[in-house]
């Protein structure tokens, strides 16, 4: 026996993830028909990185196929919401409404708009967020900002107890491999991130300028000067970073000029006391997806990155095998 008739939820359902699923098996626990509402173009314009949210159709072909796999396609309607209220504010067979504590404001409008149509207000019912292993809530934003898996895998939290990470010589002829495609000029995505100070002036000298760049003053360790005002001035920001070393305070840095970036639009310029070369993996860990990172490679010129949920499983399995120098007592892990 169900506790509600018919249940109306609604969501973007982009990268579907983990908190998805648990939000979808309750509603179909609570009530013997559910409503799923799937957000149109139209309703996400406002979001993070809302260009790179799943087309409609890709969208409700996964939940289809969730639905399908649980056998709760006879139980479910889909439909696309371009407003917060959809057919809740109107259908009286709507008992009930499941909402997270970030949408309940959206559940108390469509009951106000229901009492003023004469019609029963709906039982709100507020789900727990769904936190991912880092402790943070699990959401498609932070999906598609590269911070965690849609499982809710964080992509840093390993690196959290440590302070700094040391190359072991055993990655090192690995690591002389490109990390990604050799570049042929095609530049797409949310965020162009550079890793070097050659790559970030070429890039300048034709007219881009990219999100973040990430320079030390040299080139294949010689000092260089810039003439270009983006490397001197604008945006400036410093971390030291040892050769054979990342420093992970670049976590949080790299963060903050990403951000930043999203919100206001400002290329953002990383110095490197020290060498840079290795801060290509972060950079690439903490990225958005469809981003490129680029880089200088000794023997092939510039390396492209695509920043694919792949990328960062690789990365991050790479970086594993550093040596780690615990943040609480300073031991260094082998």
């Known amino acids: 026996m169900f506790e509600y008739q018919h249940l109306v939820f609604a969501g973007t359902f982009d990268h579907f993830h983990v908190g998805h699923q648990k939000m979808i098996d309750q509603a179909f626990k609570l009530a013997h028909f559910v409503s799923l509402g799937i957000a149109t173009k139209k309703l996400c314009n406002e979001k993070i990185l809302s260009s790179k949210i799943q087309p409609f159709a890709k969208r409700k072909k996964i939940i289809e196929k969730y639905l399908h ?43 106000e708009i229901r009492l003023k149509n004469g019609l029963k207000l709906l ?19 932070r999906i598609r900002l590269g911070e965690i898996s849609p499982s809710g895998h964080s992509y840093s939290h390993d690196f959290s107890s440590s302070k700094t990470l040391h190359l072991p010589v055993s990655l090192r002829e690995s690591l002389r491999k490109p990390l990604g495609k050799i570049n042929n000029g095609e530049l797409a995505g949310p965020m162009i991130i550079t890793v070097g100070d050659i790559v970030s002036s070429s890039l300048l000298k034709i007219g881009i300028d990219p999100a973040i760049k990430i320079i030390d003053n040299k080139t294949r360790r010689e000092k260089i000067k810039h003439k270009e005002k983006e490397l001197t001035i ?62 200088g490679h000794f023997q092939f010129g510039v390396v492209l990155v695509g920043v694919t949920e792949r990328k960062k499983r690789q990365v991050e399995k790479i970086m594993n095998k550093f040596i780690r120098n615990d943040f609480s007592n300073g031991a260094i892990e082998q």
């Open 234 to 295: 604008a945006n400036r920001h410093e971390i030291r970073n040892n050769p054979g070393e990342i420093n992970l305070n670049f976590f949080n840095i790299f963060r903050n000029l990403r951000d930043d970036h999203l919100k206001n639009g400002r290329s953002q310029l990383l110095v490197v006391c020290g060498e840079e070369d290795l801060l290509v993996l972060p950079a690439v860990l903490l990225a958005p997806l469809s981003s490129i990172v680029l880089y």
């Open 123 to 141: 039982k709100i019912i507020t789900s727990p967020l769904f936190l991912a292993d880092d402790g943070k809530e699990i959401s498609s934003e």
């Open 69 to 111: 796999e649980n056998k709760y396609s006879n139980r479910a309607k889909l439909f696309p919401l371009s407003d917060i209220y959809g057919s809740s504010v109107t259908d009286y067979s709507i008992d009930a409404i499941l909402v997270t504590k970030n949408t309940k404001h959206n559940a108390e409008k469509i009951n």
